[in-house]
Protein backbone atom coordinates (compact mmCIF):
# COMPACT_ATOMS: atom_id res chain seq x y z
CA UNK A 1 0.00 0.00 0.00
CA UNK A 2 0.66 3.30 -0.52
CA UNK A 3 1.32 5.20 2.59
CA UNK A 4 0.95 9.01 0.51
CA UNK A 5 -2.60 7.08 -0.93
CA UNK A 6 -3.01 6.10 2.72
CA UNK A 7 -2.82 9.84 4.04
CA UNK A 8 -4.74 11.37 0.61
CA UNK A 9 -2.17 12.48 -1.76
CA UNK A 10 -1.70 11.88 -5.00
CA UNK A 11 0.52 12.22 -7.57
CA UNK A 12 -1.22 13.42 -11.01
CA UNK A 13 0.20 13.01 -14.41
CA UNK A 14 2.74 15.25 -14.66
CA UNK A 15 3.74 14.29 -10.89
CA UNK A 16 2.22 16.66 -9.08
CA UNK A 17 0.90 15.98 -5.68
CA UNK A 18 -2.50 16.45 -5.50
CA UNK A 19 -5.33 15.72 -2.79
CA UNK A 20 -7.73 14.65 -4.65
CA UNK A 21 -7.46 11.00 -6.67
CA UNK A 22 -6.65 11.00 -10.31
CA UNK A 23 -10.12 9.61 -11.20
CA UNK A 24 -12.30 11.84 -8.96
CA UNK A 25 -9.92 14.74 -10.11
CA UNK A 26 -11.02 13.56 -13.63
CA UNK A 27 -14.58 12.92 -13.40
CA UNK A 28 -14.39 16.65 -11.49
CA UNK A 29 -13.23 18.17 -14.90
CA UNK A 30 -15.65 15.96 -17.10
CA UNK A 31 -18.62 17.38 -14.64
CA UNK A 32 -17.36 20.78 -15.11
CA UNK A 33 -17.19 20.99 -18.91
CA UNK A 34 -20.42 19.19 -18.99
CA UNK A 35 -21.79 21.90 -16.28
CA UNK A 36 -20.41 24.48 -18.90
CA UNK A 37 -21.91 23.04 -21.85
CA UNK A 38 -25.13 22.93 -20.14
CA UNK A 39 -25.01 26.59 -19.36
CA UNK A 40 -24.06 27.13 -23.14
CA UNK A 41 -27.08 25.54 -24.13
CA UNK A 42 -29.44 26.83 -21.76
CA UNK A 43 -28.25 30.60 -22.78
CA UNK A 44 -29.15 29.14 -26.19
CA UNK A 45 -32.69 28.08 -25.16
CA UNK A 46 -33.27 31.27 -23.52
CA UNK A 47 -32.34 33.32 -26.60
CA UNK A 48 -34.45 30.89 -28.79
CA UNK A 49 -37.15 31.19 -26.26
CA UNK A 50 -36.80 34.98 -26.02
CA UNK A 51 -36.91 34.79 -29.75
CA UNK A 52 -40.11 33.10 -29.93
CA UNK A 53 -41.73 35.54 -27.21
CA UNK A 54 -40.96 38.83 -29.28
CA UNK A 55 -42.49 37.00 -32.25
CA UNK A 56 -45.61 35.66 -30.54
CA UNK A 57 -46.03 39.32 -28.84
CA UNK A 58 -45.55 40.85 -32.36
CA UNK A 59 -48.43 38.60 -33.88
CA UNK A 60 -50.61 39.15 -30.79
CA UNK A 61 -49.74 42.75 -32.03
CA UNK A 62 -50.91 41.99 -35.27
CA UNK A 63 -53.68 39.84 -34.55
CA UNK A 64 -55.89 42.56 -32.39
CA UNK A 65 -55.02 45.22 -35.38
CA UNK A 66 -56.55 43.00 -37.57
CA UNK A 67 -59.10 42.39 -35.08
CA UNK A 68 -60.12 46.37 -34.51
CA UNK A 69 -60.14 46.58 -38.44
CA UNK A 70 -62.77 43.33 -38.38
CA UNK A 71 -64.78 45.34 -35.88
CA UNK A 72 -64.41 48.51 -37.50
CA UNK A 73 -65.28 47.33 -40.34
CA UNK A 74 -68.61 45.25 -39.09
CA UNK A 75 -69.44 48.94 -37.66
CA UNK A 76 -68.88 50.62 -40.81
CA UNK A 77 -71.33 47.75 -42.62
CA UNK A 78 -74.30 48.41 -39.90
CA UNK A 79 -74.30 51.82 -40.56
CA UNK A 80 -74.00 51.21 -44.20
CA UNK A 81 -77.05 48.99 -43.84
CA UNK A 82 -78.83 51.44 -41.55
CA UNK A 83 -78.59 54.08 -43.91
CA UNK A 84 -79.67 52.20 -46.82
CA UNK A 85 -82.70 50.77 -44.75
CA UNK A 86 -83.40 54.35 -43.59
CA UNK A 87 -82.86 55.33 -47.54
CA UNK A 88 -85.26 52.50 -48.45
CA UNK A 89 -87.92 53.76 -45.73
CA UNK A 90 -87.65 57.76 -47.19
CA UNK A 91 -88.26 56.50 -51.12
CA UNK A 92 -90.89 54.03 -50.05
CA UNK A 93 -92.25 56.52 -48.22
CA UNK A 94 -92.16 58.91 -51.41
CA UNK A 95 -93.48 56.71 -53.88
CA UNK A 96 -96.63 56.58 -51.09
CA UNK A 97 -96.71 60.47 -51.75
CA UNK A 98 -96.61 59.94 -55.34
CA UNK A 99 -99.12 57.45 -55.68
CA UNK A 100 -101.57 60.01 -53.61
CA UNK A 101 -100.28 62.59 -55.63
CA UNK A 102 -100.93 60.42 -58.91
CA UNK A 103 -104.44 59.48 -57.99
CA UNK A 104 -105.50 63.07 -57.16
CA UNK A 105 -104.35 64.23 -60.75
CA UNK A 106 -106.13 61.24 -62.28
CA UNK A 107 -109.88 61.90 -60.23
CA UNK A 108 -109.09 65.68 -61.43
CA UNK A 109 -108.35 64.73 -64.56
CA UNK A 110 -111.60 62.49 -64.97
CA UNK A 111 -113.15 65.52 -63.30
CA UNK A 112 -112.08 67.77 -65.48
CA UNK A 113 -112.48 65.63 -68.55
CA UNK A 114 -116.41 65.13 -67.51
CA UNK A 115 -116.74 69.01 -67.48
CA UNK A 116 -115.02 69.12 -71.12
CA UNK A 117 -117.72 66.51 -71.95
CA UNK A 118 -120.51 68.83 -70.73
CA UNK A 119 -119.51 71.90 -72.35
CA UNK A 120 -118.57 70.48 -75.75
CA UNK A 121 -122.20 68.83 -75.06
CA UNK A 122 -123.23 72.33 -74.49
CA UNK A 123 -121.56 74.26 -76.93
CA UNK A 124 -122.76 71.76 -79.58
CA UNK A 125 -126.76 72.39 -77.93
CA UNK A 126 -125.92 75.62 -78.37
CA UNK A 127 -124.63 75.43 -82.00
Known sequence: KD?????GLHFDELNKLRVLEPEVDQKTRELKEECEDFVDKIGQFQKIVGGLIELVDELAKEAETEKMKAIGARNL???VAKQR???QQQ???LIAEK???????????EA???VEAEQNEFIEQFI
Not at 3 to 7: R, S
Open 91 to 93: LQA
Open 99 to 109: KMQLERYRIEY
Open 3 to 7: PLAEA
Open 112 to 114: LSK
Open 77 to 79: LKS
Open 85 to 87: EAQ
